[in-house]
């Protein structure tokens, strides 16, 4: 018992120690290091358009829809996300593989995506119909982006090549090429065109 | 194409852990066994009043380890009760006492299951001094238990088993935190946030608005793979673009994930002076762990059921920069270390792919385990099958010169039927009690049928083996479950420990058995097979009743 005793005074210093050190002083000597040489990423790798605004992050996908929910035209459209591109949450739907409301959803969405694009079913990629892990993932698969060219050029009155131009630009390969997948970022690539006018 | 894209991920992944095998489980040993103590060290050893050239008996150590995770629990769970007087706790109200209880309990220990949506319920201060503390010291018991395990093999007559406060105190400082910083840098270069902004409001480009989420998530990251922890800043764990921006990071961070479980064979071998046994357990680990990821990306890219069907892909619940096969190499990983990350939902794999993770869950966490519970889980297996080995050719089974006798094969035997115990009996009675039943089938599964009971058993299983995934669209965050689980991961933690120290304490009691020669032979590849078959076997037809009402059924559908 006097051994416990002494073993639970013990503990109780050693935690102040490790709280100090460990809760206190090293996230704040990171923080000190990534406000120092990666200001940029380390506050959300955050996106300013023209005027100098903030309007979103390179990282977190966001909404190109009306307040009805509709996509907009203009825009090229992101993956669907299961809590609506909020970031004070994330997450996906979780739901099975023999999920009905899911089956139904991709059912849907996968005639809504080719009627919106004027495309025929078959040639709608599979990222486009499902919901990402995060429910904020920026970016569509370059499948997806090919498939909105034309809806988007024609909406906006632009030639298929400049907005095939700046697809091209926003498109990134698999880290050293084989890491990862191909991909376009959505928030990136409609605000480059945003900014074109 | 894809098999080649994912033997190549693989090989980009076994290149520098087999690199950093040898300097790190050295590097590791010696932590361990260097007589030196370093200044700062010595300034705690004098401010928490510890001699440490003491050396601890097995109970003794016991003693500490429960203790000092006893005292941990109590600040964890008080810090969350009084969350709405502690600085940055961002408007957040004091956490509720059954969450507090399952989260305390959850991250003292290593297990980081996550009842609760951390953006919705933890402040920074509690994510930082309360749940990042946890995840070092937690992690740092793990490799403390380990070594005393390794010492109790490595020494004759010796009766002790080092001191645990200076095990602690060097795991931490020598080793997780270092590795701590480093890679945090790492992961602030590729994008992974650090800071104190809160939520912020922004106007996005099509004109609506969004919440930017701040914190200091990098640091908490890089502890959270590199103890083998889980416990996220974010819901979407590792699937959060904040925590893992790009592909080459989430590459990394599986990295982390394995990377001193991988080298601690290393470090046994080296302190019982015989490397070829730490071969053997590398091997062993390391088979198992293709076996797993194998089995996982062939039923995520085969794409089977009616969703992954209609949508072409099994790419619900996935990101796009990580795509399947990094998703499922981090799945591979999580589970078969005390990890817990994801980078995916589990929940929306093919049935099957489910099916893998839980069962390369229940293979008890050796592939490559926990930062040190991988290793002494590994041990109590290598010791079964020494056991057997002995019982086949009609010779006394030595480990490395130890005599298994009765007590030992009793505590390798109650230690195998922990896990079994824990996840199908906490099932099975939480499933026979009908107000239970009716709360969890109605009001936790996300769905009826087979999915439905997928999701509980991979809830119990995932908090009996210290785990800490999840099929997140199971509710475990009701009283009964707060409780319940939270007793799951403190039996399933700290009743494995007592057995590997009581284990630890009989071998070092112990002299040297025989003479080297007459041995048996532990070294060959047949050997590691022996135990890769043994592994499976033991496994899993204990658990293959419950899976056919779940995921076999559902794929079956």
């Keep these: ?94 739901q099975g593989p023999e999920n009905p409301a899911l089956i139904a959803d991709i059912t849907q969405r996968k005639a809504q995506i080719a009627a919106f694009n004027g495309v025929p079913e078959s040639e709608v990629p599979p990222d486009a119909v499902t919901a990402s892990g995060s429910g904020l993932d920026p970016d569509i698969s370059p499948a997806y982006a090919a498939i909105q060219v034309n809806r988007v050029a024609k909406a906006r009155g632009l030639s298929v090549d400049q907005v095939q131009a700046l697809v091209a630009k926003y498109t990134t390969g698999p880290d050293l090429g084989f890491i990862g997948e191909s991909r376009v970022n959505v928030v990136q690539l409609n605000l480059a065109l945003d900014e074109l006018r | ?24 489980g050295n590097y590791i040993a010696w932590v361990f066994t260097s007589p030196d103590h370093w200044r700062p060290e010595r300034w705690v050893y004098k401010l928490i009043g510890v001699n440490p050239d003491r050396e601890h008996t097995w109970h003794s150590y016991l003693r500490a380890v429960l203790v000092f995770s006893a005292v941990g629990f109590l600040l964890l769970y008080i810090m969350q009760r009084l969350q709405m007087w502690l600085p940055y706790s961002l408007g957040l109200p004091a956490v509720s006492p059954d969450v507090a209880f399952n989260t305390a309990a959850s991250f003292v220990g290593n297990t980081n299951w996550q ?127 904040f925590e893992n921006p790009t592909p080459w990071e989430n590459l990394f961070q599986v990295f982390m994930l394995v990377l001193f479980p991988f080298s601690m064979p290393r470090t046994f071998g080296k302190i019982v002076g015989d490397h070829r046994m730490g071969y053997v357990i590398l091997a062993t680990m390391a088979t198992l762990f293709v076996i ?7 039923a995520e890219l085969s794409a089977s059921g009616t969703a992954p069907q209609l949508a072409g892909a099994s790419m619900e619940g996935k990101e796009q920069r990580i795509g399947i096969i990094g998703s499922t190499l981090f799945t591979t990983a999580t ?55 002995g019982l086949l050719l009609g010779r006394a089974p030595v480990f490395l010169g130890k005599r298994l006798g009765v007590t030992e094969i009793k505590l390798v035997g109650i230690f195998i039927l922990v896990l079994p115990v824990l996840a199908l009996g906490g099932f099975g009675i939480s499933m026979a009690i009908p107000p239970v039943r009716a709360e969890i089938t109605n009001l936790s599964m996300s769905t009826g049928g087979p999915h439905g009971i997928s999701e509980a058993i991979y809830a119990f299983i995932s908090v009996s083996v210290n785990n800490g995934s999840d099929f997140a669209g199971f509710n475990a965050n009701t009283p009964y479950l707060d409780t319940v689980f939270g007793i799951l991961i403190l039996l399933g933690r700290f009743i494995p ?61």
């Excluded at chain 2, 004759?156 to 602690?168: E, M, P």
């Excluded at chain 2, 995916?344 to 993770?357: E, K, N, Q, R």
């Design chain 2, 292 to 298: 797993a990821y194998v089995s996982i990306t062939a």
């Design chain 2, 115 to 241: 009842a609760y949506s951390p953006e919705k319920t933890m402040g920074y201060t509690v994510q930082m001094a309360g749940l990042t503390v946890q995840m070092f010291v937690s992690g740092a018991v793990g490799i403390c238990v380990s070594m005393a395990l390794t010492r109790g093999i490595a020494y004759h007559k010796r009766g002790t088993l080092g001191n645990f406060w200076v095990d602690l105190v060097r795991a931490v400082f020598r080793i997780l935190l270092p590795a701590a910083i480093i890679a945090s840098v790492i992961l602030l270069t590729a994008g992974a946030i650090q800071n104190f902004a809160g939520f912020t409001t922004v106007s996005t480009v099509a004109g609506g608005t969004q919440v930017i989420p701040g914190g200091p998530a990098a640091s908490q990251e890089a502890i959270k793979m590199l103890a083998t922890n889980g416990g996220s800043f974010f819901n979407a764990n590792s699937a959060h673009p």
């Design chain 2, 335 to 389: 589970t078969g270390t005390s990890g817990g990350a994801t980078n995916s939902m589990h929940s929306s794999y093919t049935s099957i792919g489910g099916m893998v993770a839980m069962l390369h869950m229940v293979l008890g966490e050796i592939s490559p385990g926990g930062v040190g519970s991988g290793l002494y889980t590994m041990l109590v297996m290598v010791l079964l099958g020494v056991f057997l080995t």
């Design chain 2, 1 to 24: 194409m894809q098999w080649w894209m994912a033997a190549l991920l693989l090989a980009a992944l076994a290149v520098p852990i087999g690199l950093l095998y040898k300097p790190l």
């Design chain 1, 1 to 94: 018992m006097h051994q416990t005793g002494r073993s639970i005074l013990i503990a109780v210093r050693l935690m102040i120690v490790f709280i100090v050190v460990l809760g206190i002083a090293y996230p704040l000597l990171i923080t000190g290091i990534g406000q120092a040489f990666f200001h940029s990423k380390a506050n959300g790798s955050l996106l300013q358009d023209r005027n100098g605004q903030t309007v979103g992050s390179a990282l977190l996908g966001q909404s190109f829809s009306d307040a009805q929910g509709n996509p907009l035209p203009q825009y090229f459209q992101p993956r669907p996300s299961a809590v609506n591109y909020d970031g004070s949450d994330s997450g996906g739907s979780n």
């Design chain 2, 497 to 557: 420990i007592a057995l590997v120290l009581a284990l630890a304490g009989s071998f070092a009691n112990q002299g040297r058995a025989t003479s080297r020669a007459s041995e048996l032979p532990l070294h060959r590849p047949q050997f590691v097979l022996w135990l890769v078959i043994l592994i499976l076997y033991i496994a899993i037809p204990t658990f293959i009743p419950v899976l056919l009402v779940g995921p076999l059924a559902e794929g079956l559908h």
